[in-house]
Each structure stands twice: as structure tokens, then as C-alpha cells.
Antibody, heavy 117, light 110 residues
Framework: QVQMVESGGGVVQPGESLRLSCAASGFTFSDDAMHWVRQAPGKGLEWLAFIRNDGGVKFYADSVRGRFTISRDNSKNTLYLQMNSLTAEDTAVYYCANENQQPFDYWGQGTLVTVSS | QAGLTQPPSVSKGLRQTATLTCTGN????????AVWLQQHQGHPPKLLSYRNNNRPSGISERFSASRSGNTASLTITGLQPEDEADYYCSAWDSSLSAWVFGGGTKLTVL
């Protein structure tokens, strides 16, 4: 079955960087576009970034453009999110989700990122 | 980025019908329609509906979506205790080249 497992979260200090990974299985990863979405504690969902199946098109939310970079390695069935210059406002659970016939089709369980001094 | 507008909370009785709304503009909901997601506490979101009223396989027919102008709606009939959750709408915004989310509606089944 479709499965996505996020990893790489943890506690970092303001200004530091972190790279999240999303390992996909149970579907043809190279056929699907992918999204990163986050959810701050007790808050709603915030879309962050999109990457086309071949990596040739990327879109970002204003809140992370220039600081976060989405990428993928189709040979490893893995999606990435490089996060730089982190602030306390980036504290959230980070989810990956796929898009084939429909957006946000399947989601991972999420990985928690805490930015704190 | 401007988000979509959802009422923070809706309460309805068991077996009643709830209609949740999501208001955007002509660049997002009015253009591409909305997707709807359900999220139970402590769990990732689940897709309920896309392109206004297409349901992924396995989603109950009790969930139906529609759109009128810049407002999308999700109607849940025959409310069950397990329908108590947070519901989010989202849409692609062609002017922002970004997906936008609503703030979510907490549905309480009395």
C-alpha cells in the first residue's frame, strides 16, 4: 500500500538548518508530484512547496521562498526539504503528500521540527 | 499569502446534516475549485474530495462537495461520531502560483 515516511525532524536553534526526507513506497514515485505541508502546534495546515514528478517545476509559499528548497531523487523514491535560517515560527509537524490524479492524495505521519534556543 | 475563509466551528446532532463552507476568490476556489481534507486529532489529514465533488476510493457517499462562485461547500449527511474532526479546504491560487488552505473548521457531533 501507499506509504510515506518523513524523517529528519528534531530540535534546532534559531538560524540553523535542517533537511527533511520523505521516503515513499507502494506507488510509482516518479509518476507523482509531491507537496510539503506543515502544521504548527494547535494550528491549521500550511502548504509549503510543490515539485513536479520530474523535478522540473517547483512552487513555494511566500513564507518559505528563499529559505526552503524542495527536491527529489526518483532513483531513491525520496523527497527532500532543505530548510535554512530557521526561526521559532517554523516549529511544526512537517508532512509530505503525493499528487497523481488528485492533490494531497496520501500523507505521511509527519516529522516534528522544533526551533528553540 | 491570503488563505481561504472557513468558520472555526460547527456543531450538529447525531444523524443530522452539516454543511461546511470555504470562501476564496476568483483566482482560487472560483477558478479551480477546492479540495477537502479531514483530520482527526493526532493523525495526518485525509483527502475527502477534489475538483469539487470527486471522492477518492473508500470515501463514504455521505461526504459531498459543491461550489457556487467563490464558495466551496462540504456537506456531510447522517452525521456519525467518527465524523467529529477538523475539516480543511484548499485550492490552487493561479495568481499566487501557490496552494492556499483555509483555517479549518472543527466539527462537533453532539
Amino acid at each position: 500500500q501507499v506509504q510515506m515516511v518523513e524523517s529528519g525532524g528534531g530540535v534546532v536553534q534559531p538560524g540553523e538548518s535542517l533537511r527533511l526526507s520523505c521516503a515513499a513506497s507502494g506507488f510509482t514515485f516518479s509518476d507523482d508530484a509531491m507537496h510539503w505541508v506543515r502544521q504548527a502546534p494547535g494550528k491549521g495546515l500550511e502548504w509549503l512547496a510543490f515539485i513536479r514528478n520530474d523535478g522540473g517545476v517547483k512552487f513555494y509559499a511566500d513564507s518559505v521562498r528563499g529559505r526552503f528548497t524542495i527536491s527529489r531523487d526518483n532513483s531513491k523514491n525520496t523527497l527532500y526539504l532543505q530548510m535554512n535560517s530557521l526561526t521559532a515560527e517554523d516549529t511544526a509537524v512537517y508532512y509530505c503528500a503525493n499528487e497523481n490524479q488528485q492533490p494531497f492524495d496520501y500523507w505521511g505521519q509527519g516529522t516534528l521540527v522544533t526551533v528553540s534556543s | 499569502q491570503a488563505g481561504l475563509t472557513q468558520p472555526p466551528s460547527v456543531s450538529k446532532g447525531l444523524r443530522q446534516t452539516a454543511t461546511l463552507t470555504c470562501t476564496g476568490n476568483s483566482n482560487n476556489v472560483g477558478n479551480q475549485g477546492a479540495v477537502w481534507l479531514q483530520q482527526h486529532q493526532g493523525h495526518p489529514p485525509k483527502l475527502l474530495s477534489y475538483r469539487n465533488n470527486n471522492r477518492p476510493s473508500g470515501i463514504s457517499e455521505r461526504f459531498s462537495a459543491s461550489r457556487s462562485g467563490n464558495t466551496a461547500s462540504l456537506t456531510i449527511t447522517g452525521l456519525q461520531p467518527e465524523d467529529e474532526a477538523d475539516y480543511y479546504c484548499s485550492a490552487w491560487d493561479s495568481s499566487l502560483s501557490a496552494w492556499v488552505f483555509g483555517g479549518g473548521t472543527k466539527l462537533t457531533v453532539l
